[in-house]
């Protein structure tokens, strides 16, 4: 049997932490995450109220990290925490950055803000606010509150590491998709954004050359970034890519015409 008053004392507790861990967080915002409404998260954090078992554990979520909800579960629904503890014990660790960063970069607003935020400047709450509205705070606290994002005494925000590199391609597809949504056309003709795309045919030793001329570019644009005569408050984002359209037309060798599978593309 679920001892209600220990419930409600580690739920209130739990609560009280979230909220001053972050000024940003409220019980409004505790409500509006877990779709309860805010009388009765209002009641239950000022112990007036032992929330039914289906509000304990979405609170929980919200409020609680993996550890903490496993030790809850054991406490206050032991069969369900146990059967936790025994199936899922090795795999139960605070949620992994990347996993929460491939997640959140494939949200909006989350990846515009994650992007201006994962600068040596970072941002601000009154900068995502103008630029994103109300969605953009609630999206700013998820993110704060997986450790994604860090919310400095000052105020700043920004990523845990003044500079990033995505090492997945996957990742990397879903930043560029997403930043043709965040293109600006009417900024084209100005200094704000510029547009290119190209085609062309070249010879296959010269192939490498294309991968130079991309690798140069960011060498200059990473250097510009890390500049500290160059740092400021306009954030901006940048894509480059190349490919070639058929993989087969990258050989490594010689291969004759009768040795190669793919026979008629060499025709």
């Known amino acids: 049997m679920v001892n209600e ?3 409600l004392s580690d739920l209130v507790s739990a609560i009280n932490a979230w909220t001053q861990g ?5 019980l409004s915002g505790l409500a509006r995450r877990t779709s309860v409404a805010y009388s009765t998260i209002r009641r239950i954090a000022q112990n007036e109220s032992v929330p039914h078992p289906y509000t304990a554990l979405s609170i929980a979520e919200v409020v609680m990290t993996t550890q903490q909800r496993l030790e809850f579960l054991k406490n206050h629904f032991p069969t ?5 503890d025994e199936v899922y014990a090795t795999n139960v660790r605070p949620d992994p950055n990347q996993e929460s960063l491939s997640r959140f970069i494939r949200l909006e607003p989350h990846n515009r803000i994650f992007n201006i935020a994962a600068t040596k400047k970072g941002t601000t709450r009154r ?13 700013l606290d998820e993110m704060l509150d997986d450790t ?14 003044d500079n990033w590199v995505i090492g997945n391609v996957d990742d990397a597809l879903v930043q560029v998709r997403q930043s043709t949504h965040h293109f600006v056309k009417q900024l084209v003709g100005t200094d704000g954004a510029s547009l290119m795309h190209a085609t062309g045919a070249v010879k296959p030793e010269l192939v490498p050359k294309l991968k130079e001329l991309v690798l140069n570019f960011m ?7 890390d500049n500290q005569d160059a740092e400021g408050d306009t954030h901006f984002f940048c894509d480059l890519m190349y490919s070639l359209y058929d993989r087969n037309d990258l050989r490594t060798d010689r291969r004759t015409k009768s040795e190669c599978p793919n026979k008629e593309l060499d025709e």
């Open 22 to 26: 972050n000024r940003g967080r409220s």
């Open 219 to 225: 060498k200059d644009l990473n250097a510009l970034k």
């Open 80 to 84: 369900i925490g146990n059967l936790m």
């Open 127 to 139: 900068a995502i606010a103008a630029l994103c509205g109300q969605s953009g705070i609630e999206a």
């Open 148 to 161: 994604i994002l860090v919310e400095l005494p000052d105020g700043t925000i920004k990523y845990t590491h």
């Open 5 to 7: 008053q220990a419930l």
